[in-house]
Antibody, heavy 119, light 109 residues
Framework: EVQLVESGGGLVKPGGSLRLSCAAS????????MSWVRQVPGKGLEWVGR??????????DYAAPVKGRFTISRDDSKDTLYLQMNSLKTEDTAVYYC??????????WGQGTLVTVSS | EIVLTQSPGTLSLSPGERATLSCRVS???????LAWYQQKPGQAPRLLIY???SRATGIPDRFSGSGSGTDFTLTISRLEPEDFAVYYC??????????FGQGTKLEIK
């Protein structure tokens, strides 16, 4: 069974940094393309960024609002995905979901971790 | 930038009725690139339909997807109590790579 478990959310001040983790199990993580998707409470879904498998180049892509501030990385030896968030803004407040991708869609989702950016 | 517009914003129906949800895309997209998700309160979204019309693993056959080009539809043939939720369409494009519609809330009438 595929499982994705996010951690690392919390309260951070504007301009601060936070690193989210996503522990994966139930599939071959090293072969997987992974994404982060976020959701402001009570609002819709927004894709944050994606990382390809190392076999496919390991490259990353980001949504415009987070490009240059957020970095996605992976540790295939630990089956773990990361989201490093720097220069956080109040508008980054959201639940952040780790997702396993298949082709062009988000096949499986974690339970999410809440990030609150507030002074 | 491709925009996905879902309608209606809220759909009020009774169990046993048929639900038809629409997703209109601002530019023509390949059917391969269109998916639908269901989200219940307090839960993560769940993939329902991919490739516009293929059901994901474990999804009941009362859920079906159709459409092409710029107009896509999610149909729930006979609503069960557990189907009342928010539904999102999503497409893969160039920039941004992945875009969601704003959602349709399906509520009990």
């Amino acid at each position: 069974e595929v499982q994705l478990v996010e951690s690392g959310g919390g309260l951070v001040k504007p301009g601060g940094s936070l690193r989210l983790s996503c522990a994966a199990s139930g599939f071959t993580f090293s072969n997987a393309w992974m994404s982060w998707v976020r959701q402001v409470p009570g609002k819709g879904l927004e894709w944050v960024g994606r990382i390809k498998s190392k076999t496919d180049g390991g490259t990353t892509d980001y949504a415009a609002p987070v490009k240059g501030r957020f970095t996605i990385s992976r540790d295939d030896s630990k089956d773990t995905l990361y989201l490093q968030m720097n220069s956080l803004k109040t508008e980054d407040t959201a639940v952040y979901y780790c997702t396993l991708m298949r082709s062009y869609y988000f096949y499986c989702w974690g339970q999410g971790t809440l990030v609150t950016v507030s002074s | 930038e491709i925009v996905l517009t879902q309608s209606p914003g809220t759909l009020s129906l009774s169990p046993g009725e048929r639900a038809t949800l629409s997703c209109r895309v601002s530019q023509s997209v390949s059917s391969s690139y269109l998916a639908w998700y269901q989200q219940k309160p307090g839960q993560a979204p769940r993939l329902l339909i991919y490739g516009a019309s293929s059901r994901a693993t474990g999804i009941p056959d009362r859920f079906s997807g159709s459409g092409s080009g710029t107009d896509f539809t999610l149909t729930i043939s006979r609503l069960e109590p557990e189907d009342f939720a928010v539904y999102y369409c999503q497409q893969y494009g160039s920039s941004p790579k992945y875009t969601f519609g704003q959602g349709t809330k399906l509520e009990i009438k």
